[in-house]
């Protein structure tokens, strides 16, 4: 499962950049017509895959009647009049499943589950619920009616939406929030969210969410920008075998980001082609989920993440829990405990960069001022910051939840 960080792409783009600027060797970007700036070359234009539907938005997908299930065969059955169907409450019931009595009903219908659902409603973050079936009687929705038709691509008026695949991102505040009735009425659509399945020490935007953002500010961040003409747009976007709404998708990635007002220039919503692959990646949830049909017992991701960038020195990261494999207790919070695409480690590369540049080559954005902490570059990125204004004006972006400045204040 790819992540939908924009951590690897950066530490790529640095190197490009470096190859660039400083080595002058082949490399995706050439030269802008400013000075110190650079554009992508115009023959080449970057895809995303990735092995299934973004968390958030794009996970909402309307269930129809006798639809086969694009894979992971759901038993219906499961909860049928049982007091957490009542509740309409499952993502609460299995957020509190941790510190709830074991003996207690929630914890006893988590257990009692079929092997399908009890793996569906276990697994964290991207692989959270979407694939949660509750009782199929209920066909109101506040999905559109071309949304219910067209999901799946199956002709209008031939299936019934009896339910929606549902996403364990919950609204962040400040947004309506989901309705939570019984079936395709449990969320709202088109609403900002945060990743599922995580602790609440840094509030991390759903994947939708950032790939809708990708859209009008470009996938190469903010420090990134004082090199670039113009931002990095991805051109597709292309998701594996797993529950997929084509319809979902776009309302989530692109109908979002419509009609932004006043963006810099540079800066637009340049037409993303969305398209699923039939596919199925042989590591991802569906496919483990299928092999292990007939075994009993949980299904949870580990906390392990594997990244490759396109670079000389170390492609590979290995992380568990967010550290470096092999790092001891004693080493977190030294230098070797941190992941090479982490803000301070991208930082590092993004200063050595810049002091390999003569001056009279940097770009002015980074000359003209005196820049210190992670936090000012990324400030004085203006034309980046100025296009995150003007999205955030947009009531479908207001509610964004930003990390606390102090949180960027390092060297
Ligand atoms: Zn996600």
Redesign the pocket.
């Known amino acids: 499962m790819y ?2 960080v924009q951590d690897e792409e950066e530490r790529y783009l640095l190197h490009q950049l470096h190859l660039a600027a400083v080595l002058k060797e082949d490399s995706v970007f050439v030269p802008g017509t400013q000075r110190g700036l650079w554009k992508l070359r115009p023959d080449l234009s970057f895809v995303f895959f990735s092995s299934h539907t ?3 938005d794009a996970s909402i997908i309307p269930m129809l009647e006798f639809e086969e299930q694009p894979c992971c065969p759901v038993i219906r059955n499961w909860a049928i009049n049982s007091p957490v169907e009542k509740s309409n409450n499952l993502e609460d019931s299995k957020n509190k499943r941790d510190c709830e009595d074991p003996g207690s009903s929630v914890a006893k219908k988590m257990r009692l589950g079929t092997p399908a659902m009890t793996l569906s409603n276990s697994i964290a ?2 692989e959270t619920q979407e694939s949660g079936s509750i009782k199929p009687d209920v066909s109101s929705s506040n999905l559109t009616k071309e949304e219910l038709d067209t999901a799946n691509g199956i002709a209008p008026g031939s299936f019934k939406v009896v339910d929606v695949y549902r996403t364990g ?1 919950k609204c962040v505040p400040g947004e309506t929030g989901d309705l939570r009735k019984p079936g395709a009425a449990y969320h709202q659509v088109g609403l900002l969210r945060v ?2 399945g995580r602790g609440d020490r840094t509030c991390s935007m ?2 939708s969410d950032k790939m809708a953002r990708w859209n009008v500010l470009g996938c190469q961040g903010a420090l990134l920008m004082h090199f670039l003409e113009e931002p990095i747009y991805l051109s597709a976007v292309v998701i594996g075998k797993c529950p997929y709404s084509q319809e979902a998708m776009r309302r989530a990635l692109t109908g979002r980001c419509q009609e932004v007002l006043a963006l810099p220039r540079g800066f637009g919503v340049p037409e993303l082609k969305i398209e699923q692959s039939s596919l199925l990646f042989e590591q991802s949830r569906c496919a483990v989920q299928m092999q292990r049909a007939d075994i009993p017992g949980r299904l949870v991701p580990c906390g392990a993440a594997i990244s490759w960038s396109a670079v000389p020195e170390h492609p590979l990261d290995v992380t568990a829990n967010g550290f470096p494999q092999g790092i001891t207790k004693k080493e977190i919070g030294s230098p070797r405990a941190r992941s090479r695409i982490s803000k301070v480690e991208l930082f590092r590369s993004f200063q050595k960069l810049l002091s390999s540049i003569t001056e009279d080559k940097q770009p002015d954005s980074v000359r003209v001022q005196k820049l210190d902490t992670y936090q000012e570059y990324k400030e004085a990125a203006s034309a980046y910051q100025e296009a995150w204004s003007a999205l955030r004006k947009k009531p479908s972006f207001a509610s964004w939840i930003r990390n606390p400045p102090d949180y960027h204040q390092f060297k």
Do not use: D, L, V
């Open positions: 992540r939908p973004p968390c958030g973050h991207h991102a990743k599922p759903s994947c």
